[in-house]
């Protein structure tokens, strides 16, 4: 596609409910990341995979927390038993090489997460 | 460790300059910098590479100093459309991005 696309752009969930957060990357981008970001905050990392390969997930704050990319393209945020805390805007970004390093990230508008 | 931002907020009027300033304690590979309005997806506007290379924008200029690990974002003859918040992100991994907490940046009429 020609940006990185995101689903739902806004979700409400009750507490205690699942979610799955849904990213679509650039085509053919390699890496791909997941950020939380808090109203007023920057983006904080999540995860980061590498085609389908998981090789960073020290940012997912607890094992409610889930990502996953099974065949190198798409990928899901999943959400179990979400808390308030939760509440946030997901940003999913992705990139052309498999390194950060000079190469440009691109974003998504993100996932609105309210969880009530 | 979070890149430290300053000034946090700045209001200029239409045509007056800026700088934005982010400094890490730790040595990095690269400092990319975006803008983000509310509501919108982060869009990229530069990257700074150890050894002085630069990927970017025309209209805004950048700097970093790799001794002491700080960057810097020009912003000259700002226009209203520049307002927004601005992140640097640093990359000391080689693999993802640390964002600071942002300068928010009015420009008025």
Same mark, same amino acid.
């Given at each position: ?21 849904? %990213?679509? @990357?650039?085509?053919?981008?390699? !890496? ?10 920057? #983006? ?31 990928? $899901?945020?999943?959400?179990?038993? $979400? ?8 940003? %999913? ?7 950060? !390093?000079?190469? &440009? ?8 997460? $309210?969880?009530? | 460790?979070? #890149? ?17 300033? %982010? ?64 992140? %640097?992100? $640093? ?14 940046? &009015?420009?008025? @009429?």
């Amino acid at each position: 596609g020609a940006g990185v696309s995101q689903s739902p752009r806004y979700k409400v969930a009750k507490r205690g409910q699942d979610v799955a957060l849904r %990213c679509d @990357p650039i085509s053919g981008h390699v !890496s791909l990341f997941w950020y939380q970001q808090a109203l007023g905050q920057g #983006p904080e990392f999540l995860t980061y995979f590498q085609n389908e390969a998981q090789l960073d997930k020290s940012g997912l704050p607890s094992d409610r927390f889930f990502a996953e990319r099974p065949e190198g393209s798409v990928s $899901t945020l999943k959400i179990q038993r $979400t808390q308030q805390e939760d509440s946030a805007v997901y940003l %999913c970004a992705s990139s052309s090489a498999g390194t950060a !390093s000079g190469n &440009t990230i691109y974003f998504g508008e993100g996932s609105w997460l $309210t969880v009530v | 460790q979070q #890149p430290v931002q300053s000034p946090q907020a700045v209001i200029l009027r239409e045509g007056e300059d800026a700088v934005i300033n %982010c400094s890490s304690s730790k040595a990095l590979y690269s400092v990319h910098w975006y803008r983000q309005k509310h509501g919108e997806a982060p869009v990229f506007l530069m990257i700074l590479l150890k050894g002085g290379e630069q990927k970017g924008h025309e209209k805004i200029s950048a700097s970093f100093n790799e001794k002491k690990q700080q960057s810097s974002l020009y912003l000259t003859a700002s226009q209203l459309s520049y307002s927004g918040t601005y992140f %640097c992100g $640093t990359d000391r991994s080689g693999s993802r991005l640390t964002f600071g907490e942002g300068t928010q940046l &009015t420009v008025n @009429p």
